[in-house]
């Protein structure tokens, strides 16, 4: 059971001939270090109800890959496990959202990924782990509130604007 993720996984990688032997060597590493107990713990503490509106938690592994699509623009090997986290606290962690009694599911995923998979890349310990994002210059965890430039401030007025105007496609 919960094994759908590893076949999708070799057909990216099959299909993806700008990955190197080392970075693909390095990938599986990871996705076996890091899927097996993320869907443990999403099977534990989350009912069905509460995740969701990507596809299901066994597709975040190809889109982990999607994201490190373009590893060689981050440079050194030593890099690799650095954007691997970073992608991989995205692509599992954003489907959490609002459960109906108002409970953050992702401060939880947060929380234990924190205290179960911080082993080899250290995370700020302050906010929850999507209040960072990597520093491709540096190679380092860094606030967003510290650098605006990146982010946008959207004015929205639903009585005057269509949804349209501020969804982003993806």
């Known amino acids: ?48 109800g509460e995740v969701g509106g990507n596809g299901g938690e066994e597709y975040s592994a190809p889109r982990v890959l ?36 108002g409970v953050d599911r992702r401060i939880a995923f947060s929380e234990w990924w924190r205290a179960e998979l911080s082993w080899s890349v250290a995370l ?10 990597l520093d491709t210059s540096t190679m380092e965890f860094v606030p967003w509130k510290d650098h605006p430039s990146l982010l946008k401030t959207l004015a929205f007025d639903s009585d005057s604007s269509a949804p349209g105007e501020v969804i982003v496609p993806t």
């Open 1 to 48: 059971k919960g094994g759908q993720w590893r076949s999708v996984v070799a057909s990216w990688v099959a299909h993806h001939d700008t990955v190197s032997d080392s970075q693909r060597r390095d990938l599986h590493r990871y996705l076996e270090s890091y899927v097996p107990p993320i869907l443990a713990f999403v099977a534990a503490t989350f009912s069905g």
């Open 124 to 133: 700020p310990s302050e906010g929850t782990t999507f209040d960072y994002f």
């Open 66 to 101: 999607s994201l490190l699509q373009s590893l060689d623009t981050f440079g050194a090997d030593a890099a690799v496990e650095e954007v691997f986290v970073f992608c991989c606290m995205w692509a599992f962690g954003t489907q959490f959202g609002l459960t109906a009694d």
